[in-house]
């Protein structure tokens, strides 16, 4: 009854329990690999930030202010776009504030994490004096590597699933599963679970099961094409901003192809919010990424902080972090960046 199967290439996971407890507290696999997540993103793009001249530190500071404004930016899009959950008749007001802490078993919105920490960046880098596309190229990488790790947080919630399906990469999930955990009822009240699902159940290890697309998975493999491709090319990449761009274009347009097949989705309207919002991404990566070719095109310059294979700093004889620092180029945010800068930029189009 706690089994997830993919019947369509032979994988059976025959327990798959949300979580466990430790001295009679429960922990949700959800919410301990979304901290692993965070983890993992922090190493890599401090490492990554070294390669261009920012320091462990920078990216250490930044984490410890973005960790509880993008919790709570993903948690607020949720419930501000799916309200009904939280708010209503019958539903009192400690229930409702209760509903809405309670992250345990899910209900953070990617997209209001990645607002919310856009915002902390841009305070962050004026504060510190930090380039910031320079900045969010390297960030980037946690980001998608956060992402990953999140849609694996949702396997275990089983959610973030998309229509029914007899393909072979159809999940199947346990009837009797969603009817003991008393989410059918929710789950077919808001369409998630559709009367197409329950009309084309598949026996699979002796249990009836719905057999839906997975979603979450698709994700989290066009995430991690997008993270390998970054990795390959950001040797290559021509101007600072580049590879964040790069991946806000790319996640856009995976992320409202994949939304499309959802059941799940958060609604405004008529309209699914995610493809709404990755429109947006789209159109945004996109101008950017042409504004930017073109000038190089034209023989203009846009600053850069090409990736090297030896580290700027820490480690090398005779340096250390704040000698760098002290050449390194700065931005307060505006369109005024330090001598370092201008002068990456004006090599910018020599650079492969």
């Known amino acids: 009854m706690d089994g997830i199967y993919f019947p369509g290439i032979g994988i059976s996971f025959s327990n798959v329990p949300e979580g466990f407890t430790i001295f009679g507290f429960q922990i949700k696999f959800y919410g301990?690999?979304?901290a692993i997540g965070f983890v993992l993103a922090l190493i890599i793009a401090g490492r990554e930030g070294r390669h261009t001249g920012?320091?462990?530190e920078d990216y250490l500071d930044y984490w410890l202010w973005m960790i509880i404004p993008t919790i709570l930016g993903a948690r607020i899009y949720y419930i501000l776009f799916n309200l009904k959950e939280y708010v209503g008749e019958g539903?009192?007001?400690g229930e409702s504030l209760r509903r809405m802490i309670d992250i345990r078993n899910g209900g953070l919105a990617i997209y209001g994490g990645i607002i919310a920490g856009v915002l902390v960046s841009w305070i962050y880098t004026r504060k510190k004096k930090i380039y910031l596309p320079q900045f969010a190229d390297n960030i980037t990488y946690g980001i998608l590597i956060g992402q990953i790790m999140g849609r694996w947080g949702n396997f275990f919630n089983r959610e973030v699933f998309g229509e029914y399906t007899s393909g072979f990469l159809r999940m199947g999930i346990p009837v009797d599963y969603l009817k003991s955990h008393g989410t059918m009822s929710y789950y077919q009240s808001n369409g998630i679970v559709t009367d197409t699902m329950l009309q084309n159940t598949e026996m699979i290890n002796g249990q009836e099961c719905?057999?839906?697309?997975?979603?979450?998975?698709?994700?989290?493999m066009w995430n991690l094409a997008l993270l390998i491709f970054l990795f390959l090319y950001r040797k290559r990449k021509k101007f600072d901003g580049e590879l964040s761009m790069i991946y806000i274009l790319?996640?856009?347009?995976g992320r409202f192809i994949i939304e499309g097949n959802r059941t799940d989705s958060l609604m405004i309207g008529?309209?699914?919010v995610s493809q709404v919002v990755a429109i947006f991404c789209i159109v945004t990566g996109l101008a950017v990424l042409i504004r930017n070719y073109w000038k190089l095109h034209s023989g203009k310059t846009v600053p850069l902080h090409p990736w090297k294979k030896e580290l700027p700093y820490y480690g090398n004889a005779g340096s250390t972090g704040e000698d760098a620092k002290?050449?390194?180029a700065k931005s307060s945010g505006d369109d005024?960046?330090?001598?370092?800068?201008?002068?990456?930029?004006?090599?910018?189009?020599?650079?492969?």
């Open 250 to 253: 790319g996640y856009g347009i």
């Open 32 to 34: 301990l690999i979304i």
């Open 210 to 220: 719905i057999t839906v697309m997975p979603s979450f998975l698709l994700e989290g």
């Open 336 to 352: 005024t960046v330090g001598d370092a800068v201008e002068e990456s930029g004006e090599k910018s189009d020599k650079i492969d």
């Open 91 to 93: 539903i009192s007001f």
């Open 54 to 56: 920012l320091g462990d």
């Open 270 to 272: 008529p309209l699914k």
């Open 326 to 328: 002290d050449t390194d």
